[in-house]
């Protein structure tokens, strides 16, 4: 418990040290200035439209479960595996969701985990041609190539990902290795629970789930573009659509909870590759934090009931 407090510590200490570097070079001031203009009501649009992208992101995992459980449960617990995920390095605490959703139905914790890192993969193999979207997109806007190779390498985190969940759950490279190793055995049996789980969904149900994820983007960039708005930025949709999987990648980056201060940074060199300050991009990220955050705290009633069935 205590090195996990110590973790976690170092991590938040990493993305709080890179934003305050973020904004000392932005300047506090200019900084604080936008943060004063917010329109409200744009704020709270862009929730909606995020509440919504959760919804569709809830309807996936119904899917991937054989629609045993009510959407109300599922989306519940998937709000609160987000918010947990806002405060944990690569989000890996979205994995509580596994855990709620044990609790709510017949299914083992490592089961559920297994068609959550399916559908993770899912999501990934979408940004990954999202990112290429992107990439194709930006590349009118950049004149130094610099900014393209980050770009690029951006690009390719998610396919990382891609490789290791493909190597999780669908080869026993992992098992092998592990169970060389008598500390890991208990490891290995967790680890084919997740395999059955995920090999037990039909292509069918991933090609609706693929097909949800796809939806998503548009609604999710809603939010984004709502969020601009609230700031006083014109930012065309097209622009709002083409940021969002790029800088979101950038919040798996597992040296800081849900990559604070990396994500922040990405998007102040997405913003001034299209033509917006600095500090428009570093604040806008913020607000989308934020705004998560928000409508994701609804998952706190989730996680009252998960503490009053472990007291039981």
Not at 43 to 59: H, K, Q, S
Request: hydrophobic share 55%; aromatic share 16%.
């Amino acid at each position: 418990m205590t090195n996990n407090f110590l973790k976690y510590t170092i991590f938040f200490t990493i993305g709080v040290v890179i934003l305050f570097y973020l904004f000392s070079n932005i300047g506090f001031t200019r900084v604080y200035n936008l943060l004063s203009q917010i329109k409200i009501g744009y704020f709270f649009l862009a929730g909606f439209f995020y509440f919504i992208a959760e919804i569709i992101a809830a309807i996936a995992i119904k899917i991937a479960l054989k629609g045993k459980m009510r959407l109300k449960e599922v989306f519940l617990s998937h709000l609160a595996g987000m918010l947990v995920s806002g405060v944990t390095p690569g989000r890996v605490g979205y994995y509580y969701t596994a855990l709620s959703l044990s609790k709510k139905s017949q299914n083992s914790a490592f089961g559920n985990a297994g068609v959550l890192t399916l559908i993770q993969g899912m999501n990934f193999l979408g940004k990954v041609i999202l990112c290429l979207f992107s990439l194709v997109y930006f590349s009118s806007f950049i004149i130094d190539l610099r900014f393209y190779s980050w770009l690029t390498l951006v690009s390719i985190f998610p396919v990382i990902f891609i490789v290791g969940i493909i190597l999780v759950l669908y080869t026993d490279f992992l098992n092998k290795i592990l169970a060389k190793f008598k500390i890991f055995h208990k490891a290995v049996q967790y680890i084919e629970a997740m395999q059955k789980s995920s090999k037990e969904i039909e292509k069918k149900r991933m090609l609706k789930i693929v097909l949800l994820g796809f939806i998503g983007w548009p609604v999710a960039s809603m939010q984004w573009f709502f969020i601009g708005t609230s700031l006083g930025l014109e930012i065309p949709f097209v622009n709002a659509l083409m940021l969002q999987p790029l800088v979101t990648t950038l919040m798996f980056i597992p040296l800081a909870p849900a990559g604070l201060g990396f994500a922040e940074g990405g998007s102040v060199l997405l913003f001034k590759i299209v033509g917006y300050t600095t500090a428009a991009g570093a604040v806008f990220l913020i607000l989308v934090r934020l705004n998560c955050i928000l409508v994701d705290s609804l998952g706190l009633m989730d996680v009252k009931n998960f503490s009053q069935k472990l007291s039981l």
